[in-house]
Nanobody, 126 residues
Framework: QVQLVESGGGLVQAGGSLRLSCAAS????????MGWFRQAPGKEREFVAR????????YYADSVKGRFTISRDNAKNTVYLQMNSLKPEDTAVYYC???????????????????WGQGTQVTVSS
């Protein structure tokens, strides 16, 4: 069973940056797409970004496009989310997730992911 552990969350002022990391263990990491989702208080979990198993394809929610960058290092079994120009509305718990199926390029819904981390809090002050 795969384990995902996020880190890098914290408190930052609007306009600032954070980099989230998600370390994976227990499965052939480099065969699976990875995603980031977030959930703000009182709201449903929403898609943020996805990267394909090879790293060659990235997808972003419109709300973060141009500000966030997803990347991965398969040698380190780690996926990253670089977040720049943060806004108060980015405040949420951020979760990384691993695709249910290997070698899939698409899949942007939470149902496409079978393993989840415990989440890391990101708070952006105005």
């Amino acid at each position: 069973q795969v384990q995902l552990v996020e880190s890098g969350g914290g408190l930052v002022q609007a306009g600032g940056s954070l980099r989230l990391s998600c370390a994976a263990s227990g499965r052939t990491f480099n065969r699976y797409g990875m995603g980031w989702f977030r959930q703000a208080p009182g709201k449903e979990r929403e898609f943020v970004a996805r990267i394909s198993w090879s790293g060659g394809n990235q997808y972003y929610a419109d709300s973060v496009k141009g500000r966030f960058t997803i990347s991965r290092d398969n040698a380190k079994n780690t996926v990253y989310l670089q977040m720049n120009s943060l806004k108060p509305e980015d405040t949420a718990v951020y979760y990384c997730a691993l695709d249910r199926l290997p070698l899939r390029v698409g899949g942007l819904n939470s149902a496409d992911f079978g393993s989840w981390g415990q989440g890391t809090q990101v708070t952006v002050s105005s």
